[in-house]
Structure formats: C-alpha cells, structure tokens
C-alpha cells in the first residue's frame, strides 16, 4: 500500500512540475545554470569511470578468451558491445543517481525545511514548476552528451589498456571495434539515458520536494532518493532491453 501511495503522489507531483513556467526568458536561464551544474561538473567523473571501465573490461575479456582458436579483435568487439549497450547508459546513469541524485534531493530538501518553498507558494509561484523543471530539462539534455562522451572515453581506453599491456594489439582492437557494428545500439543507449535521466532527476527531486522535519530528514530523503532512483534504473533497464532489442 505504501508503494501505491507514493506512486500517486509522485503522480501528483509531475502534474505540478510540468505546470507553465512563470516567464519563459527566466526559465531558459536556470536551464542554463542547471545544465552547467548537473551534466558539465559530472563531466569529469564520468571521463575518469569511463576511462578505468574500458581498461578492466577489454583486458578481463582478453585474459579470459587466451586461446589460439579465438582471434584477437573479438576483444575490441567485446569491449564494444558492453560499452555501448550497458556500461555508456546504465552504470553511468547508476554513478549519477548518487552525484546528481543526492544533490538533488538535498538542495530541494533544504529548501522545504528551510520554508523557501512555502515562501514561493505565498508569492503565488508553482514552486515545482519553478525549481524543478529546469532540472529535469536540463539532465535530460545533457546526459546525450555525457553518453556518447563515456563511450569515446571508455573505447578508447580499451584501446590503450590493450596496446600497452601487449594483450591486444592496437589494429586487431580497432578491427575489432569496427566489425559487425550496428549503429542502432548508439541510438539504444542513447535513448535509455534520457529515460535514467528523467528518472534521476524526477525521483530525486520528489523525495527532496516532500521532505518534513530539519536536516536529519534531508539526509534521509537524499538516501532514499539514491536508492529509489538506482532501482527505477535497473527495472527500466530491463524493460527497455526487452522492448527495443528484442
């Protein structure tokens, strides 16, 4: 019963952030302040993640198929195939419920308890419209970017993990990248990153927008919304995998 009711009112809630905007020219501003500060300042863990993940996974996968029988460019391909289809989407979109999740949670959190909120409410202002909205418009907008961004870094990565150990040469790993491709697993990833994004940032901001009580309660709701986002991400993941490559 508890499930049912947050889902009503997280129901509720969308119905309030996706409200008109107050004045379209202050809107554009804070999708702009947002963007820079949700998708560019996670710019650099994303690249780093990526960068290590590229390097664990092509070498795992060549020390794991060494056999005379196996080529070696099937490494590349390996390595391709789980970058592009999970690794760009869902671990990154998993890394950013806990940066982007959590920041969301907690500054909407204090701004409850804080009474901001109720103070916007008085002054006649949809207050999830207001401060919501930007958010979720601006994630959904730049997490496309930081996709394709964790997918050069990550292949490219792979590429020096395998060329500097000696594991996989550097040809055979870029045969191995280019081969059978299918362009369609870009478009896949890229499209279950604006879903995780729109999850992050919505989750997240429901459970900071409904927080009560002072700043052990923003703690907590910053947790949960980690947590619930995390979940969604896995339960999407799956769903869009069945629907779009089955």
């Known amino acids: 019963m508890r499930m049912f009711y947050h889902l009503g009112r997280y129901a509720i809630f969308l119905k309030k952030v996706f409200g008109k905007p107050e004045k379209h020219s202050v809107f554009v501003k804070q999708i702009v302040r947002e963007i820079d500060k949700l ?45 592009l289809l999970e690794f760009s989407s869902t671990i990154v979109g998993l890394i950013l419920a806990g940066k982007v999740g959590s920041n969301i949670a907690s500054e909407i959190g204090t701004m409850r308890v804080t009474e901001q909120i109720d103070a916007l409410e008085i002054m006649g202002i949809n207050p999830a419209g207001y401060l919501i909205l930007p958010k979720v418009v601006a994630f959904v907008f730049i997490i496309p970017a930081l996709t394709v961004i964790s ?20 040809p055979d790993y870029i045969y191995g990248i280019q081969f059978a491709f299918q362009p369609f697993y870009i478009v896949y990833a890229l499209i279950k990153s604006v879903v995780f994004a729109f999850i992050i940032a919505t989750i ?34 799956l769903i869009l995998t069945q629907l779009l490559l089955a």
Do not use: C
Not at 47 to 66: H, K
Not at 151 to 170: C, D, F
Not at 213 to 227: D, F, I, P, R, W
């Open 39 to 83: 998708g560019i300042d996670s710019l650099g863990i994303v690249m780093i993640i990526s960068a290590f993940m590229g390097a664990v996974i092509t070498l795992q996968t060549a020390y794991n198929i060494d056999l005379p029988i196996i080529p070696k460019y099937t490494v590349g391909l390996a390595a391709r195939d789980s970058i």
């Open 204 to 237: 997240s901001a429901y459970w900071g927008y409904h927080v009560q009580g002072g700043a052990l309660e923003v703690g907590k709701a910053s947790t949960k919304a980690v947590v619930a986002s995390s979940v969604q991400i896995l339960l999407f993941n």
């Open 151 to 170: 997918m050069g870094v990550g292949i490219t990565g792979g590429y020096l993990a395998g060329s500097l150990t000696g594991e996989v040469p550097g």
